[in-house]
């Protein structure tokens, strides 16, 4: 079965400096990776995706992912964070099944908090 | 957000009664999804719809219904069978290819008093 796995609950980082936030995958074939951020009572935002090609993946407000197949990871980083970083990150990988639903299977989320 | 719509953002639902939440989309994408949001629990698939007139029940769609009559809407259904229905609740669309971006409404946030 098609998993991801977000093992940190909550990442804590000073602004100004660099962010990760980590998700590994278990899937069979290819995978579609994706990233999203959701601020408090509100939707998810895409972030970025991986579907092929690169390995280092650029996104929206200043963040990238890196696609590492041997490892089985795709971790958000961003050089600077920002206060206003400060959110709920998703990690989720593409359901690509005989049934081709589309569907997204998703982390458990990540909080991250950027402190002044 | 932009171009999908959910309604009401919040909705108060005493015990037994049925409640619908709608969902509408005008960036022309054929497949809809529901999804129930609970802290510490990520995002699991209550049902989804990847053409008009047809959907399918997702990973806990017990409790809940869906209709999709017409491309641009996708209304839940929370009905008295569901035990516990307080949650938040996000609709999403996405195009027709695997390698399509999945889009996501506001949300509605369900209390049942």
């Known amino acids: 079965a098609q998993s991801v796995a977000q093992p940190e609950d909550q990442v804590n980082v000073a602004e100004g400096n660099p962010l990760t936030v980590k998700c590994t995958y278990s899937?069979?074939?290819?995978?579609?990776l994706f990233w999203y951020v959701q601020y408090p009572n509100r939707g998810l935002q895409f972030l970025l995706k991986?579907?092929?090609?690169?390995?280092l993946v650029k996104g929206s407000y200043g963040f990238e992912a890196e696609f590492n197949k041997s490892q089985t990871s795709f971790h958000l980083k961003k050089p600077s964070a920002l206060v206003s970083d400060s959110a709920l990150y998703f990690c989720?990988?593409?359901?690509?099944?005989?049934?081709?639903?589309?569907?997204?299977?998703f982390g458990q989320g990540t909080t991250l908090q950027v402190k002044p | 957000d932009g171009g999908i719509t959910q309604s009401p953002k919040y909705l108060f639902r005493k015990e037994g009664q049925n409640v619908t939440l709608s969902c509408e989309q005008n960036l022309n994408h054929d497949a809809m999804y529901w999804y129930r949001q609970d802290p510490g629990q990520g995002l699991r698939l209550i049902y989804y719809s990847q053409i008009v007139n047809d959907f399918q029940k997702g990973d806990i769609a017990e409790g809940y219904s869906v209709s999709r009559e017409k491309k641009e809407s996708f209304p839940l259904t929370v009905t008295s069978a569901q035990k516990n229905p307080t949650a938040f609740y996000l609709c999403a669309t996405q195009g027709n290819g695997a390698q399509d971006t999945q889009y996501f409404g506001p949300g509605t946030r369900l209390t049942v008093l």
């Open positions: 899937v069979s074939g290819n995978p579609y």
């Open positions: 991986y579907i092929t090609g690169d390995n």
């Open positions: 989720a990988v593409r359901d690509l099944g005989s049934s081709n639903t589309g569907k997204l299977i």
